[in-house]
């Protein structure tokens, strides 16, 4: 079982930027796949950005791209997502997700990872 710990989250004014950390409890030999998913109330839960565990693929979802950045330090079971020009459409919960996905098409879906932190607050004033 591994334990997933997110923090970084706050309240910013739009254009600040903000690092979220998330930490696991453990390290792992298998080929997880860590990423940042985000929740607003009413929406669904959605893909923010992945990295693979060798740091080799990365992907943003599309409203994010070139403003957020994806990262890990293997040595720390950290990832860390850097998030910079924040909007209020950026408000939201954010979460850290850990999995063994091995398909390129399942890196998005947030059923295809087995373990979830607890979210962490993020909040932008316009």
């Known amino acids: 079982q591994v334990h997933l710990v997110e923090s970084g989250g706050g309240l910013v004014q739009a254009g600040d930027s903000l690092r979220l950390s998330c930490v696991a409890s453990?390290?792992?030999?298998?080929?997880?796949?860590t990423a940042w998913f985000r929740q607003s109330p009413g929406k669904e839960r959605e893909f923010v950005a992945m990295i693979t565990r060798d740091g080799s693929i990365r992907q943003y979802a599309e409203v994010v791209q070139g403003r957020f950045t994806i990262s890990r330090d293997n040595d720390k079971n950290t990832a860390n997502l850097q998030m910079n020009s924040l909007k209020p459409e950026d408000t939201a919960v954010y979460y850290c997700?850990?999995?063994?996905?091995?398909?390129?098409?399942?890196?998005?879906?947030?059923?295809?990872?087995?373990?979830w932190g607890q979210g962490t607050q993020v909040t932008v004033s316009s």
């Open positions: 997700a850990a999995g063994a996905v091995y398909s390129l098409g399942y890196y998005r879906m947030a059923n295809k990872y087995e373990y």
């Open positions: 453990e390290s792992t030999s298998r080929p997880f796949v």
